[in-house]
DNA sequence: TCTGGGGTCCTAGGACCC
DNA sequence: TCTGGGGTCCTAGGACCC
């Protein structure tokens, strides 16, 4: 079993938790660049702000309505969090941070009604920080999901749900049928994993609500869509398939991309922004103890922009060894961009990758041995010594290869008599 | 004129191997 | 003139999430 905590219109509630003027006005929080609404405050979403709408937009179609837009403050936002998560802790044994506003807890082993105790949970935070949320309880992550859904559009869209299933809600405790209405209720892309694109393919074949989900057969699921949704399908049929990661797991991949403010053209001034980005991926890579094998940049034009000349390209290159060194990585990052920079083009957007992650710890052993150490010259001496009393390549470079006699570029010596005075297999023997 | 940033997982297809 | 079957690994791109 699951709770799901989640905080209504996050940003905006932190916002107005220090600036109580902001509550019962249309708030919304901007993206970087104030580029597009990212959190809408209830009165926002009525005036039709829809989520990632251009700012631009925003004040096109409500001249005289008074938006108050604050562009984010992501600092605020993690500190909010951290207190939000702590209290919800107290749910339940375990506890899986999803994102910066939500957290999954798992309820194994609790006893009680879990729907008081979610309740109980919900108030303790709306009384000791100040944000409103909803909590969903269900046996799958998924139908938890649903069910937090379900508490918040309960509460907010009256007449769209049962009233009692408002800001906190138990799928659990359904009867089936109650459970099957609820499900009918809900827009199949409302549920957890079905985005867009699948959304409307499933409204291709009638799927339409999270109800003709949960009945689809899980082969045709799978073989038409994949796993992933036919672990949706058998998570909403109440079958748990996907597991709560209480151990936040280490990154594979670190990025730190940004829009320009303005079309960027020459490569010099790319050449500052990548550089930036791979410094403030690197930092981010220290900070969780890793190193990176390969460092990945990419640059490309705006789509939003119809009449440029679009370009979009990307290279990697591997490091000599894994490293979380900035100077290293900015070197890498640069090389990248010269790989892919053409002049010509409007550049919107650029950014670092930083890929193959691993821990610190792990380090694979080399010899000290730069190229001008006196420790090279004995390396040398003892590689020589080693062949001549050996053979010629009982040491060697590994690039010249294993192959031996059987290598395609050696010379023909297919008539060259047998070495008489320096083999001892050819030696001559003489007989009596 | 102005359209975010940071992730994960999965799959198809190419390269390669025996 | 004729050219199989089965497998792995890697990568780019799609889809999704908040």
Redesign the pocket.
């Known amino acids: 079993m699951y709770c799901l905590v989640?905080a209504n219109n996050?940003y905006v509630s932190a916002e107005r938790i220090f600036r109580p003027s902001l509550v019962g006005i249309p708030v919304i929080v901007?993206?970087?660049?104030?580029?597009?609404a990212?959190a809408r405050s209830d009165e926002a979403k009525a005036l039709g702000i829809k989520?990632?709408?251009?700012?631009?937009?925003v004040?096109?179609q409500l001249p005289g309505q008074h938006v108050m837009a604050l562009s984010?403050n992501f600092g605020l936002y993690g500190a909010m969090s951290a207190r939000l998560m702590s209290i919800a802790a107290g749910m339940g044994p375990s506890q899986e941070i999803?994102?910066?506003?939500?957290t999954f807890v798992g309820l194994e082993g609790m006893r009680g009604c879990m729907t008081t105790r979610a309740r109980a949970v919900r108030e303790r935070i709306l009384q000791w920080i100040g944000l409103p949320c909803g909590a969903g309880i269900g046996p799958t992550k998924t139908l938890a999901?649903l069910a937090n859904h379900v508490a918040k559009s309960a509460e907010r869209k009256p007449g769209s749900y049962p009233a009692e299933l408002a800001r906190v809600c138990n799928l659990a405790t359904l009867p089936a049928s109650d459970l099957d209405a609820v499900l009918q209720a809900t827009p199949a892309?409302e549920?957890?994993?079905?985005?867009?694109?699948?959304?409307?393919?499933l409204e291709e074949v009638g799927v339409r609500t999270a109800l003709d989900v949960a009945n689809m057969d899980a082969a045709v699921a799978?073989r038409r869509w994949?796993?992933?949704?036919e672990?949706t399908v058998r998570e909403l049929q109440g079958l748990s398939c996907i597991a709560l990661e209480d151990a936040p797991?280490?990154?594979?991949?670190?990025?730190?991309?940004?829009?320009?403010?303005?079309?960027v053209t020459k490569l010099v001034d790319l050449v500052e922004a990548v550089s930036e980005?791979a410094s403030?991926?690197a930092e981010?890579l220290r900070t969780q103890g890793g190193q990176a094998g390969?460092v990945?940049a990419f640059v490309h034009t705006?789509p939003?922009?119809r009449d440029d000349r679009q370009y979009?390209r990307?290279?990697?290159v591997p490091l000599r060894r894994p490293s979380s060194d900035t100077a290293e990585i900015v070197t890498a990052a640069v090389a990248c961009l010269e790989r892919i920079y053409k002049p010509g083009y409007n550049f919107?957007?650029a950014?670092v990758?930083?890929l193959d992650l691993q821990s610190q710890d792990v380090h694979q052993g080399e010899l000290p041995l730069d190229e001008d150490s006196p420790a090279r010259a004995r390396l040398m001496a003892a590689m020589d010594r080693i062949n001549q009393r050996y053979g010629r390549s009982t040491l060697s470079m590994a690039s010249v290869g294993l192959a031996g006699d059987r290598r395609e570029w050696t010379m023909r010596q297919e008539f060259r008599t047998p070495d008489y005075m320096t083999r001892w297999a050819d030696i001559p023997v003489a007989r009596a």
């Open positions: 989640d996050f901007l993206s970087n660049n104030d580029g597009c990212i989520m990632g709408m251009p700012y631009f937009q004040r096109q984010a999803y994102s910066i506003d939500e999901k892309g549920v957890w994993g079905i985005g867009r694109r699948i959304e409307a393919q799978r994949g796993v992933t949704f672990r797991s280490p990154k594979k991949e670190i990025a730190s991309t940004r829009s320009f403010g303005q079309p980005f403030r991926a981010k390969q990945m705006s939003f922009r979009s990307a290279a990697r919107a957007k950014g990758h930083l």
